[in-house]
């Protein structure tokens, strides 16, 4: 009992001492996201509930069933996860099943040469007790040895393995929800194509219509061979733009296959997007809320938190390791009473504790590693979480403007399709140049493009918000 109580100043100290501090300044989040009506909770939906396409929703299972990068991110938590059964192990005592054989010849004139000696002449030895020369060991048996987690050593390493195990998971989480989001975005840029390659077919219509009657008006004597070619030109330019987005539409198709983790194969899709193909958000979420929906932002926080328990455990390598270890089993020198219970029985119990001297150099590096580790560690997920709230503001503040930069271009879309058919009605009645239609075309097909760059905008602009809030 003594002894307890001159330890227990040393283990008060020592818990004291290892117990980490956690001096880093809260991050000031702000209250709500600014430049939005729409009201701002802590609740999210699913990412599928925002989705009416159904070929989108296949390509998206498929994807996350058989994209390789996802499936190579799922086998390093199964690495993760076999790390925590072996802190976990640690806590549980060593047990080895030991059997030893081997034969010891001491010299005659040494301690134990001259003292087998003298036994051997006692008359209280057996003839079958007396030592041989050659002198066999037998043993049999269990041997067991646990170290104490007094200081939270094994306890702080267990805890940074749990971490980091969780921290893996986050990581295959926020692979899993980028690539969603990927196949999305890219589901949506193969419909955009589709639909000014539909334009530009529907212009090049027109374009060999207007052709053919600029050809008729030149045999008349209206106009002349410059004015044919200049049709024939823009017919030409119409259609090498559809080879143009003929050869996007390849490139991103494998783009998508590759992603999906598949041979090449046909983009099953539907025509354009329209309002319906992704829902936009009705409501959206505090700031707070996105730390704890953003993989990313889990992550970061959980490899902070093992970083935290790995400087606890650093700090707790200064102090005594207290252990205790013995064994139990049949040691003989004698075969033929090996298996022989009780004369054969022996065991040993015993404890120790081990203080480092010289490693204290060795210790004070790791712990120093440790803390700037911590250090480190604390600054990335401080990167995360202001990457996480300046993205959802970014995408908040972008929505109203693609909204009015869509609604503008509609109407100049509008206004130009006015223009061309004024401009072909008046060069029907020379009252205007083929200059002016083939410039109303063009601007037409222009404009239309430019429309349906803005209405992909307008969906990636959704997506990206989804994406900063973590919905998936």
Same mark, same amino acid.
């Given at each position: 009992m /003594?002894?307890?109580?001159?330890l227990?100043p040393?283990?008060?100290?020592?818990?004291r001492?290892t117990?980490?501090l956690?001096?880093?300044?809260?991050l /000031?989040?702000? %209250?709500?996201?600014?430049?939005s009506?729409?009201p701002?909770t802590?609740s999210?939906?699913?990412?599928?509930?925002?989705?009416?396409?159904s070929?989108l929703l296949l390509?998206?299972?498929?994807?996350l069933q058989?994209?390789?990068s996802a499936?190579?991110?799922?086998?390093r938590?199964n690495?993760?996860?076999?790390e925590?059964?072996?802190?976990?192990?640690?806590?549980?005592? &060593?047990?080895?099943?030991q059997?030893?054989?081997?034969?010891?010849?001491?010299?005659?004139y !040494?301690?134990?040469?001259?003292?087998?000696?003298?036994?051997?002449l006692? *008359?209280?030895?057996?003839? *079958?007790?007396?030592?041989?020369q050659r002198?066999?060991?037998?043993?049999?048996?269990?041997q067991?040895q646990?170290e104490? *987690?007094?200081?939270?050593?094994l306890?702080?390493?267990? /805890?940074a393995?749990?971490?980091?195990?969780?921290?893996?998971?986050q990581?295959? &989480?926020?692979?899993r929800l980028?690539?969603?989001?990927?196949?999305?975005?890219r589901?949506?840029?193969?419909?955009?194509?589709d639909y000014?390659?539909?334009?530009?077919?529907e212009?090049?219509?027109?374009q060999?219509?207007?052709?053919?009657?600029?050809k008729?008006?030149?045999?008349?004597?209206l106009?002349?061979?410059?004015?044919?070619?200049?049709f024939e030109?823009?017919l030409y330019?119409t259609?090498a733009?559809?080879?143009?987005?003929?050869?996007?539409?390849?490139?991103?198709e494998? %783009?998508?296959?590759?992603?999906l983790?598949?041979m090449?194969?046909a983009?099953?899709?539907t025509?354009?997007?329209t309002? %319906?193909?992704?829902?936009q958000?009705?409501?959206?979420?505090t700031?707070t809320?996105?730390?704890?929906t953003?993989?990313?932002v889990?992550k970061?926080?959980?490899?902070?938190?093992a970083a935290?328990?790995d400087?606890?455990?650093?700090?707790a390598?200064?102090?005594p390791?207290? %252990?205790?270890h013995?064994?139990?089993?049949?040691h003989?020198?004698?075969?033929q009473?090996?298996f022989?219970?009780?004369v054969?029985?022996?065991?040993?119990?015993?404890?120790g504790? !081990?203080?480092?001297v010289?490693q204290?150099?060795q210790?004070k590096a790791?712990?120093a590693?440790?803390k700037?580790?911590k250090n480190?560690?604390?600054?990335?997920?401080?990167?995360?979480?202001?990457?996480?709230?300046?993205?959802?503001?970014?995408y908040?503040?972008? &929505? !109203?403007?693609?909204?009015q930069?869509a609604?503008?271009?509609?109407l100049?879309?509008n206004?130009?399709n006015?223009g061309?058919?004024?401009s072909?009605?008046l060069?029907?009645?020379?009252r205007?140049?083929y200059l002016?239609v083939? !410039?109303?075309?063009k601007?037409?097909?222009?404009? &239309?493009?430019d429309?349906?760059?803005?209405?992909?905008?307008?969906?990636?602009?959704?997506?990206?918000?989804c /994406?900063?809030?973590?919905i998936k």
């Amino acid at each position: 009992m /003594k002894y307890f109580f001159l330890l227990l100043p040393i283990i008060l100290l020592s818990c004291r001492s290892t117990k980490e501090l956690n001096n880093f300044t809260k991050l /000031k989040l702000p %209250s709500k996201f600014q430049n939005s009506e729409l009201p701002q909770t802590d609740s999210t939906i699913a990412f599928r509930k925002l989705i009416s396409d159904s070929n989108l929703l296949l390509l998206i299972d498929s994807g996350l069933q058989n994209n390789q990068s996802a499936k190579a991110l799922f086998e390093r938590i199964n690495i993760s996860n076999a790390e925590l059964r072996m802190a976990r192990g640690n806590f549980l005592p &060593q047990v080895n099943l030991q059997t030893q054989t081997g034969v010891q010849r001491f010299g005659e004139y !040494t301690v134990d040469g001259i003292g087998n000696f003298d036994t051997n002449l006692s *008359d209280n030895i057996t003839p *079958d007790r007396r030592i041989p020369q050659r002198m066999p060991d037998l043993y049999t048996g269990l041997q067991a040895q646990w170290e104490a *987690d007094v200081w939270g050593k094994l306890r702080n390493r267990k /805890k940074a393995a749990v971490n980091r195990y969780l921290s893996s998971y986050q990581a295959w &989480q926020d692979a899993r929800l980028i690539l969603m989001y990927h196949i999305a975005e890219r589901y949506f840029q193969l419909q955009t194509l589709d639909y000014k390659l539909k334009i530009a077919k529907e212009n090049e219509l027109l374009q060999e219509r207007a052709l053919e009657l600029v050809k008729i008006q030149k045999q008349a004597g209206l106009v002349t061979e410059l004015a044919v070619k200049q049709f024939e030109a823009q017919l030409y330019n119409t259609r090498a733009v559809e080879l143009d987005l003929q050869k996007s539409i390849i490139e991103l198709e494998t %783009s998508l296959n590759i992603l999906l983790g598949r041979m090449p194969a046909a983009i099953v899709r539907t025509s354009l997007i329209t309002e %319906s193909s992704f829902k936009q958000l009705t409501s959206l979420l505090t700031p707070t809320s996105i730390l704890s929906t953003r993989p990313d932002v889990l992550k970061a926080e959980l490899e902070l938190q093992a970083a935290g328990a790995d400087v606890a455990a650093a700090r707790a390598a200064f102090y005594p390791s207290i %252990s205790l270890h013995g064994n139990y089993g049949l040691h003989t020198l004698r075969s033929q009473v090996w298996f022989q219970f009780p004369v054969s029985l022996a065991y040993w119990l015993g404890g120790g504790i !081990t203080l480092p001297v010289f490693q204290r150099n060795q210790f004070k590096a790791e712990l120093a590693a440790s803390k700037s580790r911590k250090n480190i560690a604390y600054l990335e997920y401080e990167s995360v979480v202001t990457q996480a709230i300046n993205e959802a503001q970014m995408y908040i503040d972008m &929505q !109203t403007i693609i909204e009015q930069a869509a609604n503008e271009k509609q109407l100049e879309v509008n206004s130009l399709n006015a223009g061309l058919a004024a401009s072909q009605d008046l060069f029907l009645a020379g009252r205007a140049t083929y200059l002016e239609v083939i !410039t109303a075309q063009k601007s037409v097909l222009l404009a &239309q493009f430019d429309l349906a760059d803005i209405e992909l905008m307008k969906v990636k602009n959704n997506l990206g918000l989804c /994406k900063a809030f973590g919905i998936k």
